[in-house]
């Protein structure tokens, strides 16, 4: 064989290499396009994108690290190392030098010889034997969402440009489909978030009472608008034998299920303790128990709970830690009505108070969450008390539930176009002329 036809017979042979090559590559290509795509959750894929790449890059392991998306410097998903046998996939975390310089750098990085690499030859671990290594970023539309990595290429030589090409590929088809495999993954949570806060809406409102009280002598109405993320005011009217009516208003800590819950079993208490005749300091006392034992550390109330006697025309009352009700005599001196004690299910053993005090002929009571108060307007300036107290006494003259409407629509035309941060709760009784 001439020496012409010996070069060429190489070529030819190297040709056939390379077609050879890229025909595994785009099969492989393919088969990952194909498999990825047809996968749903997240865990799925990252775990088809490690075994796809250790059987076609010819490897001994295989990992992906996903970024936090706020704070890229701290892991968001668990890394996985998946080894050759496909049964045993192990925890495994991704050297925190590497992962920086991945961030730093943003380009594939390839080490054939770890242990003479002084930027990561600590790597190298018994456990973990680890020679050499090919990582490439995984980006989308810019943003660097995570890592690539292989490890220990069983073909002497090394990793080639070859193998960073193929997973370079492997990375930028891959990130697209974990990014939006993510994205699902979050629109998931916030449909499953928007269906808890529709229900904990639709369990606080069927909790609050459906008609307003009567009582002889006396005008009483009560309303409460639940703010968009539905938190836990709670307000009540509880009949008491034939002279009395027993009412609440209360500020449940938290939102959504958790607080429509914990609110129904404060209802629950309340109202069996109203209805075993007990008295306003032994129905508070008797809910910070059932608080305090029943629920998480971070869980509290706050409560005011009265009676009124129309048989003797008083009021008697607990303040478990609420803001103080307004309470106005016939010439508009305003008393405070703080007796009570703390904020119900801080603590056991918690002291609690009573007071009783004349109901006058017109004298008014306003128990209100601090939704009202501290409601804002575009500069941030609150409600406030102040404004509140005069509101009330320009309209005093008007019905309980006139009253409740003037105020709220107060409130709105204050806040203007911010909305509403907590839920609004009023309570208003008035004693007849």
Not at 357 to 366: D, K, M, T
Request: charged content about 25%; some cysteine; overall charge negative.
């Amino acid at each position: 064989m001439s020496t012409e036809e010996t070069v060429l017979q190489n070529q030819l042979f190297e040709e056939n290499l390379r077609l050879k090559a890229a025909v595994e590559e785009l099969s492989a290509l393919n088969e990952i396009a194909t498999a990825i795509t047809s996968t749903q959750t997240l865990e799925q894929i990252v775990d088809l994108i490690v075994r796809k790449c250790v059987k076609h890059i010819k490897v001994e392991q295989g990992a992906v690290m996903l970024l936090d998306e706020k704070d890229q410097n701290k892991p968001f998903h668990t890394m996985i190392r998946k080894q050759d046998s496909l049964s045993n996939i192990l925890p495994f975390r991704m050297d925190a030098q590497l992962t920086g310089w991945m961030l730093k750098n943003r380009n594939p990085l390839i080490i054939n010889d770890l242990a003479s690499d002084s930027r990561f030859k600590f790597m190298v671990d018994n456990n973990f034997p680890v020679h050499s290594l090919l990582s490439v970023p995984m980006i989308v539309k810019g943003k660097m969402i995570g890592l690539l990595t292989v490890f220990n290429k069983k073909a002497e030589a090394g990793f080639t440009m070859g193998d960073q090409r193929l997973l370079g590929i492997i990375a930028a088809q891959s990130a697209h489909v974990i990014e939006n495999a993510r994205l699902y993954r979050e629109e998931q949570a916030l449909i499953r978030l928007q269906e808890e806060m529709r229900l904990a809406y639709e369990i606080q409102v069927d909790l609050l009472p459906k008609l307003q009280p009567v009582l002889p002598g006396y005008q009483i109405a009560g309303k409460s608008i639940p703010a968009k993320d539905v938190g836990g005011d709670y307000f009540d009217f509880i009949p008491s034998g034939d002279n009395c009516l027993a009412f609440c208003l209360g500020d449940i800590s938290g939102k959504g299920i958790p607080a429509a819950l914990l609110m129904a079993n404060l209802q629950a208490t309340l109202r069996g303790q109203t209805l075993l005749g007990n008295d306003c300091k032994s129905c508070v006392s008797f809910a910070n128990e059932m608080l305090f034992r029943n629920t998480a550390p971070n869980k509290f109330a706050t409560l005011f709970y009265g009676i009124i006697d129309i048989s003797k025309n008083e009021l008697i009352y607990c303040n478990g830690g609420h803001n103080n009700p307004f309470y106005f005599t016939r010439d508009n001196k305003l008393t405070p009505l703080d007796k009570g004690g703390l904020i119900v299910g801080i603590m056991p053993g918690v002291p609690y108070e009573e007071e009783t005090i004349p109901f006058h002929p017109g004298e008014l009571l306003v128990i209100y969450s601090d939704g009202i108060t501290e409601a804002m307007n575009n500069t941030e300036e609150e409600f406030g008390e102040q404004r509140l107290i005069d509101l009330i006494l320009q309209n005093r003259n008007e019905s309980p539930l006139k009253l409740i409407e003037i105020i709220i629509k107060n409130i709105q035309e204050f806040s203007g176009n911010q909305s509403q941060m907590d839920d609004i709760t009023l309570v208003i009784i008035k004693r007849d002329e």
